[in-house]
């Protein structure tokens, strides 16, 4: 299966596909040093970011998200691969200056996703963007 | 999107690394926002600059855009970071914090900030009617777009960070005319004696950032508060830290002008105010702090000068503002300290480990502060300045 969206940040990526129905807060919500999702309630709680190509509706809560998603490129842990349902600021910069691969716009039914777990090969260059899913 | 030559060649490198990645961030956004081109800003305010937030990679990064030559190409401050930067002992930061705090300072002085460590770059910049901006910190936003007219976004501190170093923002959002117009009406008019008579600006912004949401509202009865600049700060941070929206525009005293009055209408009556405030209603216990937005030198001079003519507060009392007004107290730290008065610039009650220095209970006439420090496990009170003044203050 391939999905398409738009570009944001060039590169490749594979790994196993994490997806969260609900929006992620990444200061406060994810420990910049694991990787793990620690927002209560949260339906991905205690799930590890690390490494996975994240498909995600998008993010909320503070700008210093940026800043975590640059800890975690830094610190190796940032997923491998972002994916957004709509774009959004604080991801966007921190996709950027993290150089984490990421594409937006991506038109998928939030509700029937059967992606989680399985692998995933994200590929943004500038002229377009897709995921395939194995 | 149209870039014109010189933005090309800040793109392409020409101008090095730093303003390159700054660059290729701001177009990213543009593209991502359908922007078709990019505006040339006035002035920049960037926030997250606190350490307890960025961390030793934020530091780092910070430090590396300022050797690769990352510059400010317009005039750009700061927002308040996690302590006060000379009574930061008194505040429980250890000196290796204080350190790398003090490292932050110096990229952000490298690239050619002002470092003003205060949320109201209102209230001291030149700042006019249609000027382009790149700011952030929610308050100071609301202030630029709805009182004064100019035009920002509500930005990120990181990208508030790029966009100042290559002096354009992607024009789009509230840059434009067509997205400044406001699609939904908050009417206040019912409530607004009941409003007047006991101060209740924050308990009405935390509604009407409630109600607007991601829009931009048009709200009526609150014409009273024209060059009110104490409770339109206190109305539009809580309006902030409860909405998402960058622009109000606020019937008698927003200088832009409405056209249409948009026909889908909120109706705030006396009983959705009287909740909202039950929601902050501990028992009034605890220390008092004010200053979120920080406070005016003329609204320290009128708290200082109350206490001066009625003696020592009964409560300790944390006052919070720009190091530009706590110069001008620096010799009377004793006899504020007489007073039960304590100041701090560079931070605030909200953004410093309140905990650490002062309480777990609060009392406070700042919505802003009010919702965050509640989300945060604090005991709040929610109560007007002149309430606090007048009774709390004085009162065992």
């Known amino acids: 299966m391939r999905i398409n969206g738009k570009p944001v940040v060039e590169g490749k990526a594979s790994g196993e596909i994490l997806f969260s129905p609900e929006p992620i807060t990444f200061f406060g919500g994810v420990d910049p040093s694991s990787g793990k999702i620690v927002e209560r309630g949260h339906p991905l709680y205690s799930q590890i970011i690390a490494g996975k190509i994240l498909v995600f509706p998008h993010s909320k809560g503070s700008t210093v998200g940026s800043y975590i998603l640059l800890r975690l490129a830094r610190k190796g842990l940032a997923p491998a691969g972002i994916v957004s349902l709509r774009p959004d600021e604080v991801t966007i910069v921190g996709a950027i200056i993290g150089k984490i691969p990421m594409m937006t716009y991506v038109d998928i039914n939030r509700d029937a996703l059967p992606l989680n777990g399985k692998r995933g090969f994200l590929e943004v260059s500038s002229s377009g963007a897709y995921l395939d899913v194995f | ?396």
């Open chain 2, 1 to 396: 999107m149209y870039l014109d030559k010189i933005e090309e060649k800040m793109l392409d490198g020409e101008f090095g690394e730093a303003v390159s990645l700054a660059m290729k961030t701001v177009v990213k956004m543009g593209e991502v926002f359908s922007a078709e081109r990019l505006v040339k800003i006035k002035h920049a305010h960037v926030s997250g600059i606190s350490y307890e937030n960025i961390g030793d990679e934020g530091l780092s990064f910070l430090e590396e855009i300022a050797s690769l030559g990352g510059r400010f190409s317009v005039p750009t401050t700061v927002n308040p970071g996690a302590m006060d930067t000379e009574k930061w002992r008194e505040m429980g930061i250890t000196p290796e914090v204080f350190e790398k705090q003090g490292r932050i300072l110096r990229a952000f002085m490298r690239m050619g900030a002002k470092i003003t460590l205060t949320c109201t770059p209102y209230l001291y910049e030149q700042i006019g009617f249609g000027d382009h901006l790149a700011w952030s910190e929610s308050n100071a936003v609301l202030y630029a777009n709805s009182i004064i007219g100019a035009r920002t976004n509500r930005d990120g501190g990181p990208l508030a960070l790029m966009e100042a170093i290559v002096g354009r923002a992607p024009l789009s959002g509230l840059h434009l005319d067509e997205n400044r117009r406001p699609t939904l009406t908050i009417d206040f008019s019912i409530s607004e004696q009941f409003i007047f008579d006991n101060y209740l600006f924050s308990v009405a912004g935390l509604i009407a950032g409630r109600i607007a949401g991601n829009r931009v509202p048009y709200v009526i009865g609150l014409r009273r508060l024209n060059g009110d600049v104490e409770n339109l700060k206190l109305f539009l941070a809580a309006v902030g830290a409860s909405g998402g929206t960058g622009l109000v525009l606020i019937e008698g005293v927003s200088p832009e002008k409405v056209d249409d009055i948009p026909s889908e209408r909120v109706e705030v009556d006396a009983r959705m105010l009287k909740e909202e405030m039950e929601k902050f209603n501990e028992d009034g216990e605890g220390i008092i702090v004010l200053g979120c937005p920080h406070l005016g030198l003329d609204e320290v001079q009128e708290i200082v000068e109350w206490f001066g003519k009625r003696g020592r507060a009964k409560r300790k009392i944390y006052l919070y503002t720009s190091r530009d007004v706590a110069r001008m107290y620096e010799d009377k730290r004793k006899k504020l300290e007489e007073l039960n008065i304590y100041m701090f610039a560079d931070t605030c009650m909200v953004v410093s480990n309140l905990f650490a220095y002062g309480s777990r209970s609060v009392i406070t006439d700042s919505g802003k502060a009010a919702f965050y420090l509640s989300s945060k496990g604090y005991n709040v009170s929610l109560v007007p300045r002149k309430i606090i003044l007048e009774r709390i203050a004085v009162s065992d």
